[in-house]
């Protein structure tokens, strides 16, 4: 069967010329109908209907496709229209702008206001939106906060929205804790299939991520060297520079161990480390890494102190101005929520076993970036005199801004007068090597939830492993009421951050 066969019922054949001229990387979806809650939200307005936009662009959908948002704002259809075209203009400002394609994307959207709070709200305008046949593929995204994911979805079923051929989109942080997160994941379970919620993870849908599987799984140079025996310690980085802008008082009842570490750290690192699945699969795929997890050597009152650092972020210099201290900026008087944490993590395996990973994010650091950085070991002996400095190779895996993989090796520095030696990088740059616009994550994954595939996305055992791990730190914190180390905005962090590596004399890389 072709391609075009295979897609024959769901587009004309007008539909699959345009789509084969496009890019043979953008291989169509079937029609589907998406439902956005939380549709004049910032995650909406910046992210989903953006990325949409783009696919419809590329021609990835054919323009039968329905998407439509629900807020509990009173407006008009045509009210809504306009304001997802001022913020596509306001955040999409370095693309140029297609009046006609973007009227055309328009025609595929609706808007529906339903206050999901309100136990007696109608759900027949929705209803009434939708594909009576039940023969789309249907999507719900819940851009909502977590604690209304339940009653959503409660919503969805009592109203008979939630057919068998439906799905379901969580954002995360799925819950504050591993007792939220439980309640959480039960109350979506009872109206839908495990195989049909897509917990989701923006970094899971990077292109760098997805390259560290094909690193490791696609090339025989690297998985040898893929251990103890090779690597020295593994570094982990999501620094932002920017401070908590509007999300203060959601930032100030979850800090960064809940905001970044159970959801974004804890995926690179269980990618990083987990063994071979026996298939890209998403069932294969997604056991590998819960063994990680499970694997994870606690953390507790006993050592909190020695492996992990809070940290705060106070009145210093960002891109050469003066900012705001965090309490400033979330609006309180006092407050011990980490903007920063630090931990030094170990995996109780025999593939990993002894070697350090050290995990850090924070707000207002001095600058923005997420990187994997594997560190091996240095040559067991130098051939070139002890006057030789000998730099231990290094591979870093910069996810953002600019995607790419370094590989710095030895090699010898040119010219006479003696043997010195120089540390370059092999170096593999996204914007260098493909010219091509590729989808970014949002793009990506929600193509996969319309194809249906769970690959990059959390499943349910995964998030409650995570949370029992960061519950255990959470509780430490609280009984040892370990408090947060001040650092000025601009900073990498605090000094104990430092110093927690100087015991085991390692020291943070600096950015590449």
């Known amino acids: 069967m072709t391609q075009n066969d295979k897609f024959q019922g769901a587009y004309s054949d ?24 939380g549709g004049t939200g ?16 590329d021609k990835q ?8 948002a629900v807020s509990r704002s009173d407006i008009t259809r045509e009210a809504y229209l306009q304001l997802i075209q001022e913020s596509y203009q306001n955040f999409e400002q370095d693309e140029q702008f297609s009046k006609s394609q973007w009227d055309d994307f328009c025609k595929l ?33 819940l851009a909502m906060p977590p604690r209304l994911f339940s009653d959503i979805c409660t919503g969805l079923g009592k109203a008979g ?23 959480i994941n039960e109350g979506v379970g009872r109206v839908f299939h495990e195989n049909r919620i897509y917990r989701i993870d923006h970094y899971l849908g990077k292109e760098s991520v997805q390259n560290l599987m094909v690193l490791r799984f696609g090339n025989i140079l690297l998985e040898p060297l893929w251990s103890s025996s090779a690597i020295e310690h593994i570094e982990l980085t999501v620094a932002e520079s920017i401070g908590v802008g509007g999300r203060g008082s ?31 699969n998403a069932d294969d795929l997604r056991t590998e890494k819960i063994k990680v997890l499970r694997a994870l050597a606690p953390i507790t009152a006993e050592n909190v102190k020695a492996v992990t650092v809070r940290g705060q972020y106070v009145k210093g210099v960002v891109e050469g101005a003066a900012k705001d201290d965090y309490l400033t900026d979330v609006g309180v008087d006092q407050s011990q929520t980490e903007t920063y944490v630090a931990i030094k993590a170990e995996i109780n395996n025999w593939r990993w076993k002894g ?27 130098s051939i070139f005199g002890q006057d030789t400095l000998i730099n231990p190779n290094r591979l870093v895996i910069r996810l953002q801004p600019d995607e790419a993989v370094k590989l710095f090796l030895e090699i010898k520095e040119p010219g006479a007068g003696g043997l010195r030696l ?19 994550a949002y793009e990506r994954l929600l193509m996969d939830v319309v194809r249906g595939n769970l690959s990059l996305f959390m499943r349910r055992d995964e998030v409650e492993a995570a949370w029992r791990w960061c519950d255990s730190i959470l509780e430490a914190w609280a009984e040892t009421q370990q408090a947060v180390a001040y650092y000025p905005a601009g900073a990498d962090g605090p000094d104990a951050a430092k110093d927690m590596l100087a015991s085991d004399n390692d020291a943070w890389s600096d950015s590449e």
């Open 14 to 37: 007008n539909d699959i010329d345009e789509a084969a001229e496009a890019s043979s990387a953008f291989l169509p979806v079937s029609p589907f109908e998406i439902v956005v809650f």
């Open 42 to 57: 910032d995650l909406a307005r910046r992210k989903l209907l953006p990325a949409l936009y783009h696919r419809f662009c």
């Open 61 to 68: 959908f054919a323009k039968n496709v329905r998407i439509i």
């Open 109 to 141: 959207v609706d808007y529906v206001s339903i206050d999901v709070l309100d136990a007696k709200a109608d759900w027949d305008a929705l209803k009434s939106k939708l594909d009576a046949s039940e023969q789309l593929t249907r999507v719900f995204y």
């Open 161 to 183: 929205l939630a057919h068998k051929g439906s799905r379901v989109v969580l954002e995360k942080p799925i819950g504050t804790d591993y007792d939220s997160a439980f309640e």
């Open 250 to 280: 959601y930032y100030d009842g979850a800090g960064a161990l809940r905001d970044m570490v159970q959801n974004h750290l804890l995926q690179l690192l269980c990618l990083s480390t987990m063994e071979a699945p026996a298939s890209i």
């Open 355 to 381: 070697v350090p990973i050290y995990m850090r994010t924070g707000k207002r650091m001095s600058s923005r970036r997420s990187e994997l950085i594997i560190q091996f070991k240095p040559v067991p002996h």
């Open 422 to 440: 120089k540390t370059l990088p092999l170096n593999l740059s996204y914007a260098d090597n493909f010219t091509v616009r590729y989808p970014d």
